[in-house]
Protein backbone atom coordinates (compact mmCIF):
# COMPACT_ATOMS: atom_id res chain seq x y z
CA UNK A 1 0.00 0.00 0.00
CA UNK A 2 1.78 3.45 -0.66
CA UNK A 3 -0.24 6.86 1.10
CA UNK A 4 -0.41 9.56 -1.07
CA UNK A 5 -0.72 13.19 0.17
CA UNK A 6 -4.15 14.50 -2.06
CA UNK A 7 -3.25 18.41 -0.94
CA UNK A 8 0.13 18.75 -2.75
CA UNK A 9 -0.39 18.11 -6.76
CA UNK A 10 2.92 16.79 -8.39
CA UNK A 11 4.35 13.62 -9.95
CA UNK A 12 2.83 11.05 -7.65
CA UNK A 13 -0.43 12.61 -8.12
CA UNK A 14 -0.13 12.53 -12.08
CA UNK A 15 1.19 8.82 -11.36
CA UNK A 16 -1.78 8.00 -9.12
CA UNK A 17 -4.61 9.49 -11.23
CA UNK A 18 -3.45 8.16 -14.25
CA UNK A 19 -2.96 4.53 -13.56
CA UNK A 20 -6.50 4.57 -11.45
CA UNK A 21 -8.06 6.64 -15.23
CA UNK A 22 -6.12 3.39 -16.87
CA UNK A 23 -8.12 1.17 -14.30
CA UNK A 24 -11.76 2.87 -14.52
CA UNK A 25 -11.31 5.05 -12.14
CA UNK A 26 -11.92 2.27 -9.00
CA UNK A 27 -10.41 -0.84 -7.67
CA UNK A 28 -6.52 -1.20 -6.97
CA UNK A 29 -3.89 -0.77 -8.94
CA UNK A 30 -0.74 -2.20 -8.56
CA UNK A 31 2.64 0.61 -7.39
CA UNK A 32 4.34 1.88 -10.34
CA UNK A 33 7.34 0.47 -11.78
CA UNK A 34 9.58 4.51 -11.55
CA UNK A 35 8.47 4.29 -7.74
CA UNK A 36 9.71 0.82 -7.07
CA UNK A 37 13.21 1.82 -8.38
CA UNK A 38 15.25 1.66 -5.23
CA UNK A 39 17.46 5.19 -6.90
CA UNK A 40 14.20 6.51 -7.27
CA UNK A 41 14.44 10.60 -7.03
CA UNK A 42 11.11 11.97 -6.52
CA UNK A 43 11.97 15.37 -6.77
CA UNK A 44 13.47 15.30 -10.56
CA UNK A 45 13.08 18.55 -12.08
CA UNK A 46 9.83 18.71 -14.52
CA UNK A 47 8.29 21.29 -16.23
CA UNK A 48 4.53 20.62 -17.20
CA UNK A 49 0.90 19.99 -15.13
CA UNK A 50 0.39 16.85 -16.35
CA UNK A 51 2.58 12.93 -16.24
CA UNK A 52 0.35 10.47 -18.25
CA UNK A 53 1.38 7.08 -18.64
CA UNK A 54 1.62 6.28 -22.55
CA UNK A 55 -1.15 3.75 -22.00
CA UNK A 56 -3.43 6.23 -20.85
CA UNK A 57 -2.92 8.50 -24.03
CA UNK A 58 -5.35 8.34 -27.33
CA UNK A 59 -4.31 9.66 -30.14
CA UNK A 60 -6.80 12.52 -31.87
CA UNK A 61 -7.10 16.38 -30.89
CA UNK A 62 -8.33 16.78 -26.99
CA UNK A 63 -9.22 19.58 -24.70
CA UNK A 64 -6.32 19.91 -21.21
CA UNK A 65 -7.58 21.38 -18.38
CA UNK A 66 -5.00 24.01 -16.65
CA UNK A 67 -4.94 23.50 -13.14
CA UNK A 68 -3.62 26.12 -10.51
CA UNK A 69 -1.21 26.18 -7.36
CA UNK A 70 -3.81 23.72 -5.30
CA UNK A 71 -4.81 21.29 -8.11
CA UNK A 72 -7.91 22.68 -8.79
CA UNK A 73 -9.06 23.36 -12.43
CA UNK A 74 -8.93 26.74 -13.92
CA UNK A 75 -11.93 28.81 -15.48
CA UNK A 76 -11.76 29.21 -19.29
CA UNK A 77 -8.02 28.13 -19.25
CA UNK A 78 -7.37 25.08 -21.34
CA UNK A 79 -5.02 23.88 -23.93
CA UNK A 80 -6.20 22.62 -27.80
CA UNK A 81 -3.51 19.60 -28.32
CA UNK A 82 -3.01 16.93 -31.08
CA UNK A 83 -1.71 13.35 -29.99
CA UNK A 84 -0.20 11.58 -32.37
CA UNK A 85 2.10 8.54 -32.27
CA UNK A 86 4.71 8.97 -34.58
CA UNK A 87 6.89 5.98 -34.29
CA UNK A 88 3.96 3.47 -35.64
CA UNK A 89 2.59 3.97 -38.90
CA UNK A 90 -1.22 5.39 -38.47
CA UNK A 91 -0.06 8.29 -36.06
CA UNK A 92 1.27 11.53 -36.96
CA UNK A 93 2.63 11.62 -40.45
CA UNK A 94 2.99 9.65 -43.23
CA UNK A 95 6.40 7.76 -42.97
CA UNK A 96 8.75 9.51 -45.95
CA UNK A 97 9.70 6.88 -48.76
CA UNK A 98 13.68 6.99 -49.85
CA UNK A 99 17.50 6.94 -49.43
CA UNK A 100 17.74 9.99 -46.95
CA UNK A 101 15.17 8.04 -44.54
CA UNK A 102 16.87 4.63 -45.12
CA UNK A 103 20.38 6.86 -43.48
CA UNK A 104 18.35 8.54 -41.05
CA UNK A 105 17.23 5.48 -39.88
CA UNK A 106 20.15 3.85 -39.74
CA UNK A 107 21.72 5.92 -37.12
CA UNK A 108 19.98 4.58 -33.86
CA UNK A 109 20.37 6.88 -30.54
CA UNK A 110 20.57 5.00 -27.82
CA UNK A 111 19.58 7.94 -25.83
CA UNK A 112 22.81 7.70 -23.31
CA UNK A 113 24.11 10.64 -21.65
CA UNK A 114 27.58 11.71 -20.45
CA UNK A 115 28.31 11.36 -16.76
CA UNK A 116 31.56 13.21 -16.10
CA UNK A 117 33.05 10.29 -14.50
CA UNK A 118 35.67 8.59 -16.79
CA UNK A 119 35.05 5.08 -14.91
CA UNK A 120 31.39 5.27 -14.90
CA UNK A 121 31.08 6.80 -18.65
CA UNK A 122 33.37 3.75 -19.37
CA UNK A 123 30.57 1.17 -17.81
CA UNK A 124 27.82 3.06 -20.08
CA UNK A 125 29.87 2.62 -23.18
CA UNK A 126 30.41 -0.78 -22.53
CA UNK A 127 26.84 -1.09 -22.28
CA UNK A 128 25.84 0.98 -26.02
CA UNK A 129 26.72 -1.67 -27.92
CA UNK A 130 24.19 -4.46 -26.86
CA UNK A 131 21.82 -1.57 -25.92
CA UNK A 132 21.59 -0.53 -29.48
CA UNK A 133 21.81 -3.80 -31.53
CA UNK A 134 18.51 -4.58 -28.90
CA UNK A 135 16.95 -1.38 -29.97
CA UNK A 136 17.48 -1.80 -33.73
CA UNK A 137 16.18 -5.72 -33.56
CA UNK A 138 13.28 -4.31 -32.04
CA UNK A 139 12.54 -1.95 -34.69
CA UNK A 140 13.57 -4.24 -37.51
CA UNK A 141 11.03 -6.79 -35.57
CA UNK A 142 8.37 -4.04 -35.73
CA UNK A 143 8.80 -2.70 -39.09
CA UNK A 144 8.64 -6.21 -40.29
CA UNK A 145 4.98 -6.84 -38.60
CA UNK A 146 3.55 -3.92 -39.50
CA UNK A 147 4.71 -4.65 -42.91
CA UNK A 148 3.16 -7.97 -43.01
CA UNK A 149 -0.08 -6.64 -41.38
CA UNK A 150 -0.66 -4.21 -44.07
CA UNK A 151 0.16 -6.66 -46.58
CA UNK A 152 -2.74 -8.82 -45.43
CA UNK A 153 -5.09 -5.83 -44.81
CA UNK A 154 -5.02 -6.03 -41.28
CA UNK A 155 -5.01 -3.37 -38.67
CA UNK A 156 -2.28 -3.13 -36.28
CA UNK A 157 -4.27 -5.71 -34.04
CA UNK A 158 -4.30 -8.43 -36.33
CA UNK A 159 -2.56 -11.56 -35.37
CA UNK A 160 -0.37 -13.93 -37.40
CA UNK A 161 -3.78 -16.81 -36.96
CA UNK A 162 -5.55 -14.15 -38.52
CA UNK A 163 -3.29 -13.57 -41.53
CA UNK A 164 -2.49 -16.79 -42.23
CA UNK A 165 -5.78 -17.79 -43.02
CA UNK A 166 -5.95 -14.90 -44.93
CA UNK A 167 -3.98 -16.31 -47.12
CA UNK A 168 -4.91 -19.95 -47.08
CA UNK A 169 -8.70 -18.63 -47.90
CA UNK A 170 -6.89 -16.69 -51.05
CA UNK A 171 -4.95 -19.58 -52.41
CA UNK A 172 -7.91 -21.58 -51.81
CA UNK A 173 -10.27 -19.32 -53.86
CA UNK A 174 -7.16 -19.09 -56.59
CA UNK A 175 -7.12 -23.18 -57.09
CA UNK A 176 -11.10 -23.59 -57.50
CA UNK A 177 -10.34 -20.83 -59.83
CA UNK A 178 -7.59 -22.03 -62.24
CA UNK A 179 -9.66 -25.44 -61.73
CA UNK A 180 -12.94 -23.94 -63.11
CA UNK A 181 -11.32 -22.86 -66.50
CA UNK A 182 -9.15 -26.47 -66.32
CA UNK A 183 -5.52 -25.72 -65.36
CA UNK A 184 -3.93 -28.14 -63.44
CA UNK A 185 -4.31 -28.71 -60.07
CA UNK A 186 -1.85 -27.74 -57.94
CA UNK A 187 0.34 -30.93 -56.00
CA UNK A 188 -1.14 -32.47 -53.31
CA UNK A 189 -0.61 -35.18 -50.61
CA UNK A 190 -2.12 -37.02 -48.42
CA UNK A 191 -2.87 -36.50 -44.22
CA UNK A 192 -3.57 -39.94 -42.16
CA UNK A 193 -6.51 -38.99 -40.16
CA UNK A 194 -8.31 -41.51 -37.96
CA UNK A 195 -6.43 -44.55 -40.02
CA UNK A 196 -8.08 -43.15 -42.83
CA UNK A 197 -5.75 -41.38 -45.59
CA UNK A 198 -7.68 -38.23 -47.48
CA UNK A 199 -5.94 -36.59 -50.52
CA UNK A 200 -5.78 -33.05 -49.44
CA UNK A 201 -4.54 -30.07 -52.01
CA UNK A 202 -2.48 -27.94 -49.98
CA UNK A 203 -1.56 -24.49 -51.23
CA UNK A 204 1.46 -24.52 -49.02
CA UNK A 205 3.51 -26.21 -46.44
CA UNK A 206 4.47 -25.11 -42.94
CA UNK A 207 7.77 -27.33 -42.03
CA UNK A 208 10.47 -26.67 -39.20
CA UNK A 209 14.43 -26.40 -39.90
CA UNK A 210 17.18 -28.05 -38.02
CA UNK A 211 16.79 -25.68 -35.23
CA UNK A 212 12.82 -26.13 -34.85
CA UNK A 213 12.10 -22.24 -36.68
CA UNK A 214 9.00 -22.50 -39.24
CA UNK A 215 9.76 -22.73 -42.63
CA UNK A 216 7.49 -21.89 -45.68
CA UNK A 217 7.41 -23.85 -48.76
CA UNK A 218 4.67 -23.17 -52.01
CA UNK A 219 4.31 -25.19 -54.97
CA UNK A 220 3.95 -23.24 -57.97
CA UNK A 221 3.96 -20.05 -59.17
CA UNK A 222 1.81 -17.48 -57.12
CA UNK A 223 0.82 -14.23 -58.32
CA UNK A 224 2.57 -11.34 -57.41
CA UNK A 225 0.65 -9.75 -54.32
CA UNK A 226 0.38 -14.08 -52.65
CA UNK A 227 4.05 -13.86 -53.69
CA UNK A 228 4.77 -10.61 -52.28
CA UNK A 229 2.66 -11.88 -48.98
CA UNK A 230 4.51 -14.81 -48.70
CA UNK A 231 7.77 -12.88 -48.96
CA UNK A 232 7.22 -10.72 -46.04
CA UNK A 233 5.70 -13.50 -43.80
CA UNK A 234 9.43 -15.19 -44.48
CA UNK A 235 10.93 -11.58 -43.84
CA UNK A 236 9.06 -11.64 -39.90
CA UNK A 237 9.80 -15.61 -39.24
CA UNK A 238 13.67 -14.49 -40.05
CA UNK A 239 13.29 -11.20 -37.78
CA UNK A 240 11.47 -13.94 -35.08
CA UNK A 241 14.72 -16.34 -35.44
CA UNK A 242 17.10 -13.71 -35.25
CA UNK A 243 15.84 -12.21 -32.22
CA UNK A 244 15.29 -15.19 -30.54
CA UNK A 245 18.91 -16.43 -31.33
CA UNK A 246 20.50 -13.41 -29.95
CA UNK A 247 18.03 -12.58 -27.31
CA UNK A 248 19.63 -13.97 -24.54
CA UNK A 249 22.91 -12.69 -24.88
CA UNK A 250 22.22 -9.41 -25.00
CA UNK A 251 19.74 -9.88 -21.77
CA UNK A 252 23.23 -10.83 -19.79
CA UNK A 253 24.70 -8.16 -21.56
CA UNK A 254 22.73 -5.52 -20.14
CA UNK A 255 22.29 -7.40 -16.66
CA UNK A 256 24.93 -7.42 -16.20
CA UNK A 257 26.03 -3.58 -17.04
CA UNK A 258 22.41 -2.98 -14.84
CA UNK A 259 24.56 -4.82 -11.99
CA UNK A 260 27.82 -3.06 -12.21
CA UNK A 261 26.29 0.50 -12.50
CA UNK A 262 24.02 -0.28 -10.05
CA UNK A 263 26.95 -1.01 -7.32
CA UNK A 264 28.49 2.34 -8.62
CA UNK A 265 25.51 4.23 -7.15
CA UNK A 266 26.36 3.59 -3.94
CA UNK A 267 29.79 5.27 -4.44
CA UNK A 268 28.51 7.67 -6.97
CA UNK A 269 28.95 10.86 -4.38
CA UNK A 270 32.60 10.30 -3.69
CA UNK A 271 33.41 9.46 -6.78
CA UNK A 272 31.74 13.06 -7.99
CA UNK A 273 33.86 14.21 -5.06
CA UNK A 274 37.09 12.88 -6.38
CA UNK A 275 36.59 13.86 -9.43
CA UNK A 276 36.14 17.78 -8.40
CA UNK A 277 32.42 17.27 -9.02
CA UNK A 278 30.38 20.12 -6.97
CA UNK A 279 27.37 22.05 -6.27
CA UNK A 280 25.15 21.41 -9.19
CA UNK A 281 28.10 19.78 -11.33
CA UNK A 282 27.33 17.23 -9.12
CA UNK A 283 23.53 17.40 -8.96
CA UNK A 284 23.65 16.99 -12.77
CA UNK A 285 25.96 14.30 -13.11
CA UNK A 286 23.54 11.81 -10.56
CA UNK A 287 20.26 13.66 -12.97
CA UNK A 288 22.61 11.59 -16.14
CA UNK A 289 23.43 8.36 -13.92
CA UNK A 290 19.77 7.98 -12.92
CA UNK A 291 18.47 8.93 -16.51
CA UNK A 292 21.16 6.06 -17.84
CA UNK A 293 20.53 3.09 -15.75
CA UNK A 294 16.47 3.74 -16.33
CA UNK A 295 17.27 3.46 -19.96
CA UNK A 296 18.82 0.29 -19.57
CA UNK A 297 16.36 -1.05 -17.05
CA UNK A 298 13.58 0.39 -19.53
CA UNK A 299 15.05 -1.50 -22.36
CA UNK A 300 15.81 -4.75 -20.54
CA UNK A 301 11.96 -4.48 -19.82
CA UNK A 302 11.42 -3.98 -24.24
CA UNK A 303 13.67 -6.86 -24.90
CA UNK A 304 11.82 -9.21 -22.77
CA UNK A 305 8.66 -8.42 -24.72
CA UNK A 306 10.24 -8.70 -28.14
CA UNK A 307 11.73 -11.84 -27.30
CA UNK A 308 7.72 -12.95 -26.02
CA UNK A 309 6.34 -11.31 -28.59
CA UNK A 310 9.07 -13.65 -31.30
CA UNK A 311 7.95 -16.87 -29.78
CA UNK A 312 4.42 -16.08 -29.77
CA UNK A 313 4.67 -15.46 -33.87
CA UNK A 314 6.57 -18.41 -33.83
CA UNK A 315 3.86 -20.58 -31.61
CA UNK A 316 0.90 -19.12 -34.07
CA UNK A 317 2.34 -19.88 -36.95
CA UNK A 318 2.72 -23.56 -36.06
CA UNK A 319 -1.10 -23.78 -34.09
CA UNK A 320 -2.36 -22.19 -37.05
CA UNK A 321 -0.48 -24.56 -39.71
CA UNK A 322 -2.38 -27.59 -37.37
CA UNK A 323 -5.50 -26.38 -37.98
CA UNK A 324 -5.37 -25.62 -41.55
CA UNK A 325 -3.67 -29.04 -42.34
CA UNK A 326 -1.01 -27.51 -43.84
CA UNK A 327 1.70 -28.87 -41.59
CA UNK A 328 4.38 -30.90 -43.21
CA UNK A 329 4.52 -35.10 -42.50
CA UNK A 330 8.06 -34.37 -39.84
CA UNK A 331 5.92 -32.08 -38.07
CA UNK A 332 2.66 -34.79 -38.20
CA UNK A 333 4.60 -37.83 -37.61
CA UNK A 334 7.12 -36.38 -35.08
CA UNK A 335 7.37 -38.38 -31.81
CA UNK A 336 8.45 -35.47 -29.47
CA UNK A 337 7.22 -32.24 -28.66
CA UNK A 338 3.78 -30.59 -29.55
CA UNK A 339 1.03 -33.00 -30.87
CA UNK A 340 -1.00 -31.34 -34.20
CA UNK A 341 -4.31 -32.21 -35.43
CA UNK A 342 -6.82 -31.30 -38.05
CA UNK A 343 -9.58 -29.57 -35.98
CA UNK A 344 -12.16 -29.54 -38.53
CA UNK A 345 -12.57 -31.17 -41.88
CA UNK A 346 -12.12 -28.13 -43.73
CA UNK A 347 -11.16 -24.89 -42.32
CA UNK A 348 -11.70 -22.79 -45.47
CA UNK A 349 -15.35 -23.50 -44.83
CA UNK A 350 -15.31 -23.01 -41.09
CA UNK A 351 -16.94 -19.36 -40.27
CA UNK A 352 -15.33 -20.00 -37.18
CA UNK A 353 -11.77 -19.88 -38.36
Given at each position: MVCLNYQTPGLMMDLQ??????????????????????IFI????????????????????RHIYLLNNEGDPLENATLFVHVAITNR????????RGMSVKKKNSRISSGMKVVG??????????????????????????????DWQEDCGLGPAGTIRQGIRLIYSRMVTLSANLGSVGSPPPPSFSL??????????????????????????????????????????????????????KAET????????????????????????DCGLKGQKAIRAAENFTWNLRLLKAQLNFMNRSQEEAQDVITQI?????????????????????????????????SVL
Amino acid sequence: MVCLNYQTPGLMMDLQEGKFSENGGCGYVLKPMVMKDEIFIPRDDFIGQYTIPFECLQAGYRHIYLLNNEGDPLENATLFVHVAITNRRGGGKAKKRGMSVKKKNSRISSGMKVVGIKSVDDQFKVAIMPLTESIAMRNRLENAMTDWQEDCGLGPAGTIRQGIRLIYSRMVTLSANLGSVGSPPPPSFSLADNNETNELTVPFIIDSDDHGYPTITTHSVLPDQLQRSFNKLKNLISHCTSTLSKAETLLQKIEESIRKLSECHEELSNLCSDCGLKGQKAIRAAENFTWNLRLLKAQLNFMNRSQEEAQDVITQIFDTGGVLGVLSHKLLNRKNGRKFSRVVPDPSRDSVL
